[in-house]
């Protein structure tokens, strides 16, 4: 999420109570998650797995839990006891809930030619290209962008929050959900399917390249990038911070883990399982996902070993 103006590290230390070690002039220009930082950004991190990940991205300034820690050259350190409680209230501060009053919100954007059906929800300063098709109970959240020609049929979601929270096991509730602040991009010539749910990213932007085309009950994951002309078919589910290059296929019910990327016109057939990242070019077969004519020998072999067995037994 980027800040409306850049704000100094004094400023974020005043407004979460945080001791400042550094530049207390240093700007900041928006809050993210370690997955999606870039340069400029204010990160937070609240264990020591993770601390030099962290201290060593291109994070501008890192909230941390902790002193012991040495700081790289040109950057700045807000310690508080609660790294997360921070971090909401950064992320509240600047992306405060807005409740709707009316199906289609008076600052949303929407272009000419665009078709909105009945019962159609559209959050605040979403912004519709032209001559898109919106199919009715289609639920299109704040902060999305939506290119032109553009078709989402109905009962999709879009821009609901992420499936990402914060775990601590010394704590009453064990599981608390991190704010999101992100939002969603839908390029020109995009189509969606019926039932589809699309998260918007946890602090950055959930990406649908131009061109690409989804079935039913296709479920996106915060912050994925997929690129130009996808396909994906029915109940695919893509985890959160993936990237997926152009051309890439994924059949019925592929599922793909976060954090990973699968590469340009790469086909993943039916009920594959993706732990890991993909080359692109290539069309995998299976759990673990893998060459699929390999794949296919495996299991031709695994078929003779019954036969195989009884003959050494002889």
């Known amino acids: 999420m980027q800040f409306p103006t850049p704000v100094t ?76 409680e921070s971090y909401l209230t950064i992320a509240t ?35 519709i290209g032209k001559h898109c098709v919106i199919h009715p109970n289609v639920v299109i959240h704040d902060h999305t962008i939506i290119g032109d020609h553009v078709v989402i049929q109905s009962g999709t979601v879009i821009g609901s929050d992420a499936f990402y929270y914060n775990s601590k096991k010394n704590r009453e509730v064990w599981f608390r959900r991190m704010k999101s602040c992100g939002h969603v991009e839908i390029a020109n010539n995009v189509e969606i399917g019926a039932n589809c749910t699309i998260d918007r990213g946890v602090t950055a932007v959930t990406k649908i390249g131009q061109g690409t085309i989804m079935d039913n009950l296709v479920h996106i994951g915060h ?26 296929t994924l059949w019925g019910q592929v599922g793909v883990s976060k954090t ?40 031709v072999w695994i078929k003779r070993i019954p036969a195989l067995w009884k003959k050494v037994m002889e």
């Not at 807005?98 to 605040?124: D, Q, W």
């Not at 699968?262 to 759990?287: E, W």
């Open 9 to 84: 590290t004094s400023w974020l230390a005043s407004l979460i109570g945080a001791e400042l070690i550094g530049n207390p002039d240093q700007e900041v220009t928006g809050l993210n998650e370690i997955n999606r930082v870039e340069n400029g950004d204010v990160v937070f991190v609240d264990h020591p797995k993770y601390y030099d990940k962290c201290l060593q991205s291109v994070a501008t300034c890192i909230i941390i839990n902790s002193k012991e820690v040495q700081v790289p050259e040109g950057k700045t350190i807000l310690v508080v006891d609660q790294p997360f």
């Open 223 to 248: 912050d994925v990038h997929i690129g130009k002309n996808c396909l994906f078919a029915a109940q695919v589910g893509v985890a959160g911070a993936t990237n997926i290059e152009d051309g890439v």
């Open 260 to 299: 990973l990327t699968i590469g340009a016109n790469a086909v993943v057939l039916a009920q594959s399982g993706v732990p890991s990242s993909l080359a692109g070019g290539k069309t995998y077969f299976g759990y673990p996902a893998e060459d699929a004519a390999q794949k296919r020998r495996e299991l």
């Open 93 to 127: 501060h600047f992306r405060p809930f807005t409740p709707s009053a009316t199906p289609i919100s008076s600052s949303a954007i929407i272009g000419e030619g665009t078709v909105v059906m009945p019962n159609v929800f559209i959050g605040h300063h979403v912004v």
